[in-house]
């Protein structure tokens, strides 16, 4: 039987960059006992010698010509920007004081 | 309602005038539409009525109303794919879609209410409150794409276009007695349809007619270059198809796997009764076998996940969107954190969470490696069954509409929604769902589902067609005449 602790939830939603409160952590950690054990599944049938697909259509290396095309003006990639600047998205401080 | 306006019965700007107040009636109890665009759509429709009044040659859909599906973008016009973290974004480029309807003078009414990033399978997952089933507004219309399959259902739009990803065009369109189909994967341009699971994800249409859809299929299909999974090749001949409805001689697989146990009694009804009248129209009904399906579900709760963890990483605050607690001396990383906690909903987070324990380090065989092994499994049991039958079918959902709030604590028997429509998607070919009648027991519509191999999207339209002839002619007028709750208004 699969199942997540309280702590490892905390840390998959560290890393996927979402907050979390205590009673979100621990009733997300009770339903994944729930979730792996039906999607464990796929690995009853899953063996060696089964290539993986990960997509439906067989292509490689798709290109189109090497032409300039119109493209968003500045203005309009700003337009959703919480916040910005001088032309520029305005973010929060990404590195640290040192 | 084209030939109508071709013919100078009606105008579109009629027409669509007559839609906005039938949404104007109706829309506070069904919560279909997330956005209405009166004035752009009226002002479409002048414009095609002008380009018609000058001569112009015109497509066969020119100058109709449809409902857009909350996920794709439409320049200009709100678009939230159901999420808080979108609220009030206006993109700032159409969607390939919308410039196909545009260029069809296909008129744009507003955008669907839908599950949050399409994820779920009732509508009740949108950020915005549910949409209510036009046939009893106590039950679900079936996600995500519950507003577009609720808009046809109460007349408040002829067409609509709604994105599959695991059964979100067919399912709804099942439960609300509508026609929706998954055409093959690449068929339509993904561009501007925000991601949830880029290698399942596939636009399009959903109708009231098999003809409509057929319609619709050509109008939006077909190769873009700003979408590089999009298929280089001639669009499937699907109008005509729809025309003709001609099954004599065609073999038509029964899946084995999809019917039976779990399946309510009255959806088998209505099912079995469909291949009896497809096998009098000249079909040949064949049993097949496809063993692996039953792990179609299992493996799809672990590919959809894993990818939407990857594509929501892009709703960061920092270019579009939400952004909260961004107060001074704050780190990019701790608006992210916040914003992100109040942005996505319930299902958003949990699938998020699931994707990326998936594809973590030390999990990754075990979870995601497997779930694209039985992806190959799934491929070679339809390609084995195609070996033996043209097209093959199943109910497209184990019930009829279930009421809102029933599924929304047990997230297991939500998922157990999808099953059939699953398989479809894992090997990207096309899937259709047509009503098939009332189920005798509720009272509420079927969904008659019809799976074709990539790039025969044709034979679901020559099936479909088919089949709604002979339940039209049983029945003595549609469905949906039948639908008793917005009757009087």
């Known amino acids: ?98 | 309602m084209a030939a109508q306006i071709a013919s100078g019965q009606t105008s579109s700007v009629e027409l669509t005038q007559a839609h906005l107040d039938r949404i104007e009636s109706v829309d506070t109890d069904v919560h279909a539409f997330l956005f209405v665009d009166s004035q752009g759509a009226l002002a479409q429709a002048a414009a095609v009525d002008a380009k018609r009044a000058a001569g112009e040659k015109l497509s066969p859909l020119a100058g109709v109303p449809l409902a857009l599906k909350d996920v794709m973008t439409q320049k200009g016009i709100p678009t939230t794919a159901g999420s808080k973290i979108l609220e009030g974004w206006r993109p700032p480029y159409d969607s390939t879609v919308v410039v196909n309807l545009k260029k069809n003078d296909i008129v744009i009414l507003g955008k669907t209410n839908m599950d949050e990033f399409a994820m779920g399978s009732s509508t009740e997952n949108s950020a915005y409150g549910p949409t209510h089933n036009p046939w009893d507004l106590t039950r679900i219309p079936g996600g995500s794409g519950g507003g577009s399959s609720a808009a046809l259902a109460a007349f408040e739009a002829p067409l609509a276009i709604g994105t599959d990803t695991g059964g979100s065009i067919r399912q709804p369109a099942a439960v609300t007695g509508t026609v929706g189909v998954k055409p093959t994967y690449g068929g339509v341009s993904r561009f501007g349809l925000i991601a949830f699971s880029s290698s399942l994800d596939q636009a399009g249409p959903c109708a009231r007619t098999v003809l409509d859809a057929a319609l619709l299929h050509e109008a939006i299909a077909g190769h873009d270059p700003k979408d590089s999974t999009s298929i280089n090749a001639p669009v499937p001949q699907v109008v005509n198809a729809a025309k003709s409805g001609d099954v004599k001689g065609m073999k038509i697989g029964v899946v084995k796997e999809l019917n039976g146990e779990g399946y309510q009694s009255g959806v088998r009804t209505r099912f079995d009764e469909s291949l009896e009248l497809l096998a009098d129209a000249g079909a040949e009904i064949i049993e097949v076998s496809a063993p692996n399906f039953e792990y179609a579900l299992a493996a799809y709760y672990l590919i959809a996940p894993s990818e939407c963890s990857s594509n929501l990483a892009r709703f960061d605050a920092m270019r579009y969107g939400l952004r909260v607690g961004d107060v001074d001396g704050a780190s990019a990383e701790s608006v992210m954190n916040l914003t992100r906690e109040v942005g996505f909903g319930r299902e958003v987070k949990r699938r998020i969470i699931l994707g990326t324990y998936a594809l973590s380090s030390g999990y990754y065989d075990a979870y995601y490696g497997s779930a694209q092994k039985v992806r190959t499994l799934i491929t070679q049991d339809f390609n084995k069954a195609f070996e033996k039958c043209d097209v093959m079918v199943s109910p497209t959902c184990p019930t009829t509409a279930f009421k809102i709030g029933e599924k929304s604590n047990d997230p297991i028997a939500m998922y157990l929604n999808d099953i059939a429509t699953i398989p479809v998607n894992m090997a990207g070919i096309g899937g259709m769902s047509l009503p098939a009648g009332l189920a005798p027991e509720d009272g509420l519509p079927v969904g008659f589902q019809i799976m074709a191999p990539a790039m025969q999207d044709q034979r679901m339209y020559l099936v479909g067609a088919a089949l709604e002839a002979a339940l039209l002619t049983k029945w003595g007028a549609p469905l949906l005449s039948l639908a008793p709750v917005l009757a009087g208004k």
Do not use: K
């Open chain 1, 1 to 98: 039987m699969s199942s997540l602790s309280r702590d490892d939830v905390a840390n998959l939603a560290r890393l996927a960059r979402i907050e979390m409160s205590e009673a979100e952590l621990v009733s997300l950690s009770s339903e994944f006992t729930v979730i792996l054990d039906a999607v464990a599944r796929v690995q009853e049938v899953a063996g060696a010698d089964v290539e993986p697909t990960s997509h439906p259509l067989p292509l490689r290396n798709v290109f189109r010509p090497d032409v300039v095309v119109a493209s968003l003006t500045s203005g309009e990639a700003l337009s959703g920007a919480p916040a910005q600047e001088e032309s520029r998205f305005r973010v929060p401080q990404i590195l640290g004081e040192e």
